[in-house]
Nanobody
């Protein structure tokens, strides 16, 4: 069983930056691809970014391309989402998640059900 805990959310002005972290424990968390998702008020949860288990392959939603960077440090069992040039429409609860199997590509992270979820961290961007 993998446990995920996000941190790093907060209030930031439009154009600012935040770095979210996701700390994993339990199981063999470094063997999983990992993704970031978000849910804005009144909207469905959506995929933001995915990274494969080795950290060499990435995939981003169009809304994140060029502004967000996903990365991981398997030695620390921690994954990150660097968010730059934030916009008001980025306001949401951000979740990290991992699939139930290890042979998942970064691109597939936005297309398959996740097995493990963190509790979420709030990101609020003021305009």
């Amino acid at each position: 069983q993998v446990q995920l805990v996000e941190s790093g959310g907060g209030l930031v002005q439009a154009g600012g930056s935040l770095r979210l972290s996701c700390a994993a424990s339990g199981g063999t968390s470094s063997r999983y691809a990992m993704g970031w998702f978000r849910q804005a008020p009144g909207k469905e949860r959506e995929f933001v970014a995915g990274i494969n288990l080795r950290g060499g392959s990435f995939y981003y939603a169009d809304s994140a391309k060029g502004r967000f960077t996903i990365s991981r440090d398997n030695a620390k069992n921690t994954w990150y989402l660097q968010m730059n040039s934030l916009k008001a429409e980025d306001t949401a609860v951000y979740y990290c998640a991992a699939p139930g199997s290890s042979d998942i590509t970064a691109k597939a992270m936005g297309r398959i059900p996740m097995a493990y979820w963190g509790q979420g961290t709030q990101v609020t961007v003021s305009s």
